[in-house]
């Protein structure tokens, strides 16, 4: 092969693989079925605070479907947030157990069975 067909071939690959990981991301993180998102939001509880970057970012990948969820701010609830074990934010609950940390749609559809 010449120079210039393999400088393409790269390309091409390059290329390809760009828009499998495009249509990966999609999938994972958006135009989600508003049954699947109430049925997530039915079925967890987000602790959040005001201050924290990751809570602000997790509360974005909600979408527009952000009302169908239960988001309990631990600066203004502390109380509430003490009771359930919160020690970090953003943590979810699902079913009885605590999900420290920012969670993916995907994962989010996994643990509630959505």
Known sequence: MKTKEIFIFIILIAVVIGI?????????????????????????????SKTCGHCATQKKDLEEYIEFFKIID?????EQCQE???????????????????????????LTGC
């Open 74 to 78: 631990c600066t203004t609830n502390q």
């Open 84 to 110: 359930n074990n919160i020690l970090y934010v953003p943590t979810w609950i699902i079913n009885n157990e605590n999900h420290v940390g920012k969670q993916s749609i995907e994962q989010l559809k996994e």
């Open 20 to 48: 499998i990981s495009i249509i990966s991301l999609i999938k994972a993180n958006g135009n989600h079925d508003e049954e699947v998102m109430k049925c997530i939001g039915e079925n967890s509880e987000l602790y959040v």
